[in-house]
């Protein structure tokens, strides 16, 4: 679907982010927290006043197919970050995050000051999804159509789909999954997405200050070394230069601990 | 792995794995007993049905006698007496099974306070293990109601001696010589009769189950009866029975001793439909209504067994009230069965306190229980959840500093410090423990996942990593020569020794040497689990000592690495961080046990034993960094010390002159100098030798400098110390090195 290299490499935002979007579901189901994902105006806000939940309930999703479709896009994502750099996709989450938390806020407000109103809009789902479907809206725009292609039922008719189109599905699937709740989300997203991407809310140039500084202390390899020479004694390394250029007399001391842990098994 | 692992592991799983419920094999006389025994119990069902309370009990078996008949002597359990009275019911002697001084103490408890009030009120949900002292009535002395085992049941098992007996035997279960002792009682609602919800959260009658265990102080007489019964949630009141083949309580009995006729219709009502969900649930086929029970021969037999064995009790108790409004509790029951994040504090959940007594009719024993104390059930299921989710990001940094540790000792000499030992002291502590998390996850349905994680990460840790570890250890240590303690303080150098070795033993390849660690690992893991597990029901005294032996024992996991470095006359075997984190990791569980007095696992309190461990531990650590600094033998009287080869020796001009290896590209410089190539790194190397014998080295840090191999070849000390990490030989003339 794309020129990208699979896997993570080099895109270290997508990297966290997809642990993030794994890890947060599972350890809240291991250690029974699930419930602070929860949000809906009764009871929550009315009769408990917990607030906490417009942040926790943006934080995590509570159904794996949700954590598996979720993961998927954005996987495919990570083509904004190529294209965007590790520095300006993490300022754009951020960005983008923060709109989502603040409209959820405001329907929330709407909520406690139109009586009525919280039958249609007093539930929320659990789970980013504002922030994924804006990230599409994003990518949608950014990022072009490879190829066209047509099927046809008869002679007459036929559907024209592009590459993107799995993306599109996905998205809808994930907007769908939990009823009427997360369609709304979905629909606070796009809106979100649009308004942004138009320029029309400010943030688009916003930048993560103090990024390089930040980046050089999580990944020490991916500023200094930009340029690495390959190296040529050992053949077996293809794609990752940036393990094998590493390889000083002492492998031990540097190897990364996904490494050891495998070599391990290989004994 | 290979093809006898795993044969091996399917034998252990076959073990390990519960098999089919074993149904006894029925003889037809056997079956013809069993259909006897369901239109019996559909009997007795038709008479609770009809029964009222102003009725007496009926042909109900075990209430075929009052008190008072067998305190007139009347032994003969026939229906209908003749002269009795069976159209009238009073709560005295002359109708019920209990003497009036118990029903007069029941009326006491449940009288105890009766007003509710809006402040404070009864626990609705009040499944919880309860803990407390009992004390054995012995001022008054009872008669003991005969009740016998309808007489077709008699010789079910083909067995006359056990079952007509005249006396109760000694060891009858629930038959309570100990004047004080322990109680729990373990209470839990019936919620789910027949995959069908029972006891809703708002009814105010609630049929209840209550185990009570009783033990003496040294456990000598430890006792286990299953109750049934009822409470009521508006005073607090429990009442509950045993049921057997020769009491069936539940199917009336129990409801006459529910002291008023409100109290009998609502338990009655409960009664029938718990009934007829749970054993007749097949009535509502209208046509058939005759004879479906859900009984079988197991049904049957144990009940029977528990005529035999045990004594029938009828318990009486109240629960303490609670300063918390119905409104409250009720939002406490629900947040503990389904989360939703209510703000409730869920440490200032009051416990439940109960207080009551039982009485056994066939054995005339009364027990009084003042003060039983405890936790809510689910309160004491999240404590355990956190307690286990602790204990996982434990296991987490054992396994990060296992693998650390064994990247670092990856090449043969690291590897050839290592203890095996060590590393098999602590693969079988987390063997069991994946056991036990094993065992644990089939019995705490609630906590199934963080137990069944833990399971996998100490599985994981035990028997990939450590063994994994102990494999490499083995082959790097097989081709060793035995260096026992004995030789080793002999002081032959070893040089000398290798000329001696005669058969070196046939070097083995890693997948020989992993069968056989894995057959032994997995042998003597099934061994200890079930020595673990079985020792849970020794008496009290030897299990306490069994604890105390196997944790120092197996807490002693430094000692052989201090060993072993003696062998070896090495000192850096674990890194620093290793010893440090994983002792640390290990002893967190012995202080949470041993030392917080609230501990979930309710082991009772021993600072001083932990002291211990916690002493014996440092004092393994201490040992290992004396030998750090010091050398590996420093306790050793030096006359003991056999010579190992020394790297640093004190060159002489002699020595020199004898050619000390070192012929070619030698440049003499001034003064006691000379200047080699390194042949590592081709720098020069100065080492320095004594004009005479007597002559001393200016300093011990220069001579630390250059190493010397024995076949007299000199490097920079850091150059051979890190060629030597991967291998033992001289990269010169490749003759072998002695291990630093």
């Known amino acids: 679907m794309s020129t990208l ?14 642990y993030l979007t794994v890890l947060i579901p599972l350890i809240a189901s291991l250690t029974s927290f699930k419930y602070i994902f929860y949000l809906s105006y009764s009871p929550f806000i009315d009769e408990f006043g917990q607030y906490w939940r417009l942040l926790t309930s943006q934080l995590g999703f509570i159904n794996e197919s949700e954590v598996l479709i979720s993961v998927i896009l954005l996987y495919q994502f990570r083509a904004l970050e190529r ?3 590790s520095h300006k996709y993490l300022s754009i989450l951020i960005v983008l995050f923060l709109y989502n938390l603040l409209f959820v806020s405001i329907i929330m407000v709407l909520n406690v000051c139109i009586p009525g109103v919280s039958w249609v809009l007093g539930t929320f789902p659990s789970g980013p999804f504002g922030l994924i479907v804006s990230l599409f809206v994003i990518y949608k725009n950014f990022i072009p159509v490879t190829y066209n292609f047509e099927i046809y039922s008869n002679k007459t008719t036929k559907i024209i789909l592009n590459d993107q189109f799995v993306i599109y599905l996905l998205i809808f699937h994930l907007c769908a999954s939990q009823g009427w709740s997360s369609i709304r989300n979905g629909i606070y997203g796009h809106t979100i997405g649009w308004l942004v991407f138009n320029d029309i809310l400010p943030g688009r140039n916003w930048r993560v200050p103090l990024y390089r500084y930040l980046n050089r202390k999580i990944d020490p390899n991916s500023f200094n070394n930009e340029v690495h020479t390959p190296s040529f004694e050992n053949p077996e390394s293809t794609g990752d230069a940036n393990f094998e250029a590493d390889d000083d007399d002492d492998p031990a001391e540097t190897r990364p601990l996904a490494r050891q842990f495998l070599d391990t098994f290989r004994g | 792995m290979n093809r006898y692992n795993l044969i091996f592991l399917i034998i252990f799983f076959t073990f390990l794995l519960p098999g089919l419920p074993s149904t006894p094999i029925a003889s037809d006389d056997q079956n013809q007993k069993l259909n006897l025994f369901k239109s019996h119990l559909h009997q007795s069902f038709e008479l609770l049905q009809n029964s009222s309370f102003n009725h007496n009990y009926g042909n109900l078996t075990g209430f075929k006698l009052s008190y008072q008949d067998v305190l007139d002597g009347d032994l ?31 009326q006491k408890v449940w009288d105890l306070d009766d007003v509710t009030t809006k402040e404070s009120n009864y ?17 008054k002395s009872f008669e003991k109601l005969p009740l016998e085992i309808p007489g077709y049941l008699l010789d079910f098992k083909n067995d006359p001696i056990g079952s007509n007996y005249p006396e109760v035997p000694p060891n009858k279960i629930g038959n309570i010589t100990h004047k004080y002792g322990s109680v729990n009682l373990d209470l839990s609602i019936v919620e789910k009769s027949n995959n069908e919800y029972f006891n809703s959260l708002d009814s105010q009658i609630k049929l209840i189950k209550m185990v009570i265990e009783t033990s003496d102080e040294l456990e000598y007489e430890k006792n286990s009866i299953e109750t049934v019964g009822f409470y009521f949630v ?24 529910t002291l008023n ?3 009998f219709e609502l338990t009655k009502n409960v009664t029938i439909s718990y009934l007829q969900r ?3 649930g097949r009535t509502d086929r209208d046509s058939d209504d005759d004879g479906e029970i859900d009984v079988d021969l197991n049904f049957l037999s144990r009940n029977i067994d528990k005529s035999e064995e045990h004594c029938e009790y009828i318990s009486f108790s109240h629960i303490n009230k609670v300063n918390l409004t119905k409104n409250e509790i009720s939002e406490i029951d629900q947040e503990l ?14 416990n439940i306190q109960l207080q009551g007594f039982m009485y056994s009719p066939d054995c005339a024993i009364e027990i009084d229980f003042p003060s039983v104390i405890g936790m809510k059930h689910e309160l004491q299921m999240f404590r355990l959840n956190k307690a286990v989710i602790a204990g996982i990001g434990l296991l987490l940094v054992q396994i990060l500093l296992l693998v650390r540790q064994m990247s670092y000792s990856s090449t043969p000499s690291t590897i050839a410090r290592i203890s095996f030992y060590t590393i098999w002291i602590m693969s079988l502590v987390d063997g069991s423990l994946a056991m036990l998390y094993l065992i644990g996850s089939a019995i705490f349905n609630k906590l199934y996942s963080p137990l069944i994680v833990s399971a996998f990460l100490s599985f994981i840790l035990a028997s990939i990593f450590e063994i994994r570890f102990l494999i490499s250890i083995y082959v790097s240590q097989y081709n060793e020569r035995t260096l026992t303690l004995f030789t080793a303080l002999q002081g032959r150098p070893t040089d000398e020794e290798q000329t001696q070795q005669t058969n070196p033993p046939p070097a083995q390849d890693e997948s020989q040497v992993s069968g056989v660690i894995y057959t032994r690992f997995f042998f003597s893991l099934m061994i200890f689990t079930f020595l673990l597990l079985n020792s849970v029901m020794w008496p009290k005294t030897l299990r306490s000592n069994f604890e105390k032996i196997i944790l120092f024992a197996l807490n002693s996991y430094w000692l052989p690495q201090a060993y072993r470095n003696t062998i070896k006359g090495s000192h850096r075997s674990f890194k620093w961080w290793f010893i440090g984190g994983t002792t640390l990791v290990r002893l967190v569980p012995i202080f949470y046990i041993f030392v917080v007095k609230s501990n979930v696992f309710e082991h009772h309190y021993d600072l001083s034993f932990f002291m211990v461990i916690f002493c014996w531990l440092i004092l393994q650590i201490t040992l290992l960094i004396f030998q750090g600094i010091f050398g590996a033998r420093f306790f050793l009287p030096k006359k003991w010390l056999p010579k190992t080869y020394d790297y640093h020796p004190i060159l002489s001009e002699s020595d020199l002159e004898n050619g000390f290896g070192i012929g070619e590209g030698i440049r003499e410089t001034n003064n006691g100098h000379v200047s080699v190539d390194c042949a590592i790194c081709m720098e020069p190397v100065e080492v320095q030798f004594a004009k005479s014998n007597l002559d001393q080295v200016t300093g011990f840090g220069q001579k630390k400098q250059w190493m010397i191999t024995p076949c007299h070849h000199v490097f920079h000390t850091d150059c051979l110390e890190r060629h030597m990490r991967y291998k033992l030989q001289c990269p010169i003339c490749r003759s072998a090195l002695p291990p630093p």
């Not at chain 1, 290299?5 to 997809?18: A, C, E, K, M, Q």
């Not at chain 2, 209908?80 to 019920?96: E, I």
């Open chain 1, 5 to 18: 290299s699979t896997g993570f490499s080099n895109v270290p935002i997508s990297r966290y982010l997809t």
């Open chain 1, 83 to 85: 294209l965007y750099s």
């Open chain 2, 76 to 106: 003969n359990q026939t229906y209908p007496l003749p002269g009795k009275d069976y159209n009238q019911y009073r709560n005295n002697q002359r109708y019920s099974i209990l003497p009036d001084e118990i029903t007069d103490l029941a």
């Open chain 2, 123 to 139: 626990f609705t949900n009040i499944t919880s293990k309860l803990k407390g002292g009992y004390i054995l009535n012995e001022n």
């Open chain 2, 234 to 257: 508006d005073s607090g009141n429990i009442i509950t029975s045993t049921n057997s083949a020769k009491f069936f309580s539940i199917y009336g009995g129990l409801q006459h001793l």
């Open chain 2, 261 to 263: 006729e409100k109290n």
């Open chain 2, 278 to 280: 749970e054993l007749f």
């Open chain 2, 337 to 350: 069965r389904s989360p939703i994040g209510r703000p409730i504090d869920f440490n200032k959940i009051p």
